[in-house]
């Protein structure tokens, strides 16, 4: 289905969503986005060109465009994320945080922004 859209979700694009994976309202996923099992999605979040892998939480109103986020992996409120963003498994990226190309670690814990590409060891 190229486009769907329900009173609180839109889809464009080429979306696959396992059915574990958990929405909330008022969400925009796609184009070309892939969310794995036991994914949570709260309110509001815009999602491009990303993938999500099993048990991501991303909290309400982040934004993220051309991402890769790993096992586990917790992704705060107002958080953007862009420019080919990698985060390993179980990384925490706090409130309010901007990413521009960073690739985190695993097992990490986020609390500045990151605004020019660099590997955050």
Known sequence: IPEVSYWYLEFLGNVLIDPSAKIGKNCRIGPNVTIG???VIEDGVCIKRCTLLNGAH???HSWLES???GWKCVVGQWVRM???S???ED???KDEIY???GKVLPHKAISESVT???VIM
């Open 91 to 93: 990384v925490i990226v």
């Open 86 to 88: 990698v985060l390993g």
């Open 58 to 60: 991303i909290k309400s």
């Open 37 to 39: 099992s036991d994914v």
């Open 82 to 84: 862009e420019n080919t």
């Open 67 to 69: 991402c890769v986020i």
């Open 99 to 101: 990413i521009n190309g």
């Open 116 to 118: 020019d590409p660099q």
